[in-house]
C-alpha cells in the first residue's frame, strides 16, 4: 500500500498536508543548492525563473490543460480576485455555505454571493446565476465535489464554473474540461513552499478579464517588457501572470515533476486506502476523500506525536503520497481505536 517513502524526509505522524505538504527529498534539495547560489551570488536569476516554466507545464499536465492557459501567481485569492474581474456589475455567484474564504471574500467584494449547501450546487444554478465557485475538495470536511453535475448545470445556464483545487490537485485526479478558472495553492498536496500557485484560466474566461497586476513578467516578450509604454501583454493565459517568487518554483517543479512520473491516480489510491483505513479504525464508513473530519480528543494525538489539525469542530487529519500505515495505525492506537 505505502509508496516509496526513501523520496521523502518525513517524521512519523505527519497527518496534516491539508494545512501544508512536505516537500520530496529532491524539491528540498534542489532548493537548497539556489539558496546556496543566492547566498554567493554565484548565479544569475534565469535558471531560478526556469523553474517557472517547468512548474506551468508540470500543473497543466496534471490537470488536464496546455501550458498557454495556465498563470502563475501567489495565492488563491489572488488569483480569484482577477477571475473576478469577468463578471458584469451585481452578478450572483453561487458558493457553498461552508467555503474557504480565499474562494469567498473576492466574491463577497466583487459580486452579490449565494450560499448554499455544498451538496446543493448543481440545482442552486438559476438562469440568474453568473458563476458557481467551490472548492473540487472541501478543507474543512474533506468532501468531494460531484464536479460533472456542476458543470453541466452550469453550462445549462451559461454560468461560469470557477473552482479551487488547493485541497484536490496532487492527490485527485482532475481535468479542466468544462471549468472555466481552477485555482490552486501549490503549498498543501502539491509540496512546494508556500508562495506559488496556479490558475488554470479558459480563453472563454479570459476575454471577460482584467489584467488587475499586469507587470513586466506578464509582457509578449518578457526580456522587452522591462520599460516604457505602450501596453504589450502576453497573449494568452501569461497576461495574468504575477512576477513570481523564484525560491517557491524552485522547490514547486521538482515536487510536481515528481507527482507526474508518480500518476496522481496511483497517489489517489494510496492516500484514500489510508484514510479509509483510519475510518474504519474508528467505526466509520469508507470515503472517496484523503481527508477524513471527525468528532475525535486531538490532545490525545497531540500527546502521541501526531500532527493533524482542527477545523469546524473536529479533528481534521489528511493522508498523503509519504504517509505510512504505521503513521495511520499509530494515530488509532492514540485515540484508543480497537
Known sequence: MDLDSALWDAEPGWLNTASYGLPPRRAFEELQAVLAHWRHGSSDWKPWDASVGRSRAAFARMVGAVAED???????SQIMSTVATALPPGAEVVVPEIEFTSNLFPWAVAARVRTVPADRLADAITASTGAVAFSLVQSATGEVAPLADIVAAARDHDALVIADGSQACGWLPVNVDGVDALACA???????????AFGYLSPRLRERMRPLAANWYAGADEGGSFYGPPLRLAGDARAFDLSPAWFCYVGAAPALELLNEIGVERVRDHDVALANRF???????????????VDAPGERLEAAGIRAAVRAGKVRASFHAYTTTADVDRALEALGAP
Not at 495556465?70 to 488563491?76: E, K, L, N, P
Not at 501549490?186 to 506559488?196: E, H
Open 70 to 76: 495556465v498563470s502563475v501567481g501567489s495565492t488563491v
Open 186 to 196: 501549490a503549498y498543501k498536496w502539491l509540496m512546494a513552499p508556500r508562495g506559488a
Open 279 to 293: 475510518r474504519a479504525g474508528l467505526g466509520l464508513e469508507p470515503s472517496d476523500s484523503a481527508i477524513v473530519s
